[in-house]
């Protein structure tokens, strides 16, 4: 069976990449210890040592504001760590995977972003994310960069925006959503899924990797509500203005699978099945 070597697993997108991988992969490290990618020496060690055919790289600071208030940080982790495994990779001659964010783009477009529009980073996580793509871009031939949007998973463990609809709009009879942000929600079992099915193509590149749709944060909670069976919660509509926040969201993270429809494939279904289908098995 080949390795791959996966950096934090244990995170949302982690736990799903796990189970998905594991159809095919030996998962390596098995008791999923998480080594610290700032750690350049121990990272390379650890990598060197488990000799995988794929290194998966999720770890990173995904506290959008944290990131904003201690950007130093962020750029450590994020950028100089993804460098860190990108060196490691190159040394083992391992294909790099990384997963980084629509929010690279300015935010101004009024459709769906595609690989093909230009890069303009508006806050610290972004920049960062960016910078780790241009570390990898830098070092190795052999790696795929997935940019995705909104993710939602984790079961049970949740707490994020999906989690927080369910619960407020269950204790309350009104709930105020964001209608002027604009992206393309994903599920982290289709993400997996995606790039489990591409990553032996050797069409190695960066690929927009999305539950296809653009919808508001207020289109997204009434699905959410509606999915989970909730009646009596009305939801409604504010500007993002109301919910000031210390770093700067882009108005559009939506993006479009537009290299995987220039290749002819499709492997991502629309936002609200997908959902729907999270929603239902997790809170319904
Ligand atoms: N969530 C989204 O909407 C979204 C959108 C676009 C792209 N992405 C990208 O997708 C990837 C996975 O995101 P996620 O939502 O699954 O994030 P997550 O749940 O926050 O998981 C990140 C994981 O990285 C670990 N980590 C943090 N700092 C580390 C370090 N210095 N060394 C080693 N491990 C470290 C965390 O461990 P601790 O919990 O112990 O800190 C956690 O297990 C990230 O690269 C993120 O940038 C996410």
Not at 5 to 22: C, N, R
């Amino acid at each position: 069976m080949d390795r791959i070597y996966i950096t934090g697993a244990k995170g949302m997108l982690g736990k799903a990449a796990v189970s998905v991988f594991a159809e095919r992969y030996d998962i390596f490290p098995g008791d999923f210890h998480e080594t610290d990618v700032r750690d350049a020496g121990a990272i390379a060690e650890e990598i060197h040592r488990a000799k995988p055919k794929f290194v998966l790289h999720l770890a990173a600071m995904t506290d959008v504001d944290g990131c904003e208030t201690n950007p130093e940080e962020a750029r450590r982790i994020n950028a100089v760590g993804t460098k860190n495994v990108a060196l490691a990779c190159r040394r083992c001659d391992a294909v790099m995977i990384y997963v980084s964010t629509g929010m690279v783009y300015d935010g101004r477009k009024d459709s769906p972003y595609v690989e093909f529009d230009p890069v303009s980073p508006a806050n610290a996580y972004a920049r960062s994310k960016h910078e780790g793509e241009l570390a990898i871009r830098d070092l190795l031939s052999r790696f795929y960069i997935f940019s995705t949007c909104w993710l939602f998973g984790g079961g049970r463990d949740d707490k994020k925006f999906v989690a927080k609809v369910v619960e407020r709009a269950r204790g309350s009879r009104e709930l105020k959503a964001v209608s002027d942000k604009f992206g393309s929600p994903t599920y982290t079992a289709d993400l997996a899924r995606g790039m489990f099915g591409f990553i032996e193509s050797g069409l190695y590149g960066r690929y927009h990797c999305v539950n296809t749709g653009c919808v508001s944060r207020l289109e997204m909670a009434r699905e959410i509500v509606t999915a989970a069976g909730i009646g009596n919660c009305s939801l409604v509509s504010v500007s993002s203005d109301e919910f000031p926040l210390p770093a700067p969201r882009p108005r559009m993270e939506a993006m479009r699978n537009y290299n995987f429809e220039l290749l002819g494939l499709s492997p991502m279904r629309g936002w609200k099945e997908a959902l729907g289908e999270y929603v239902a098995s997790t809170f319904a």
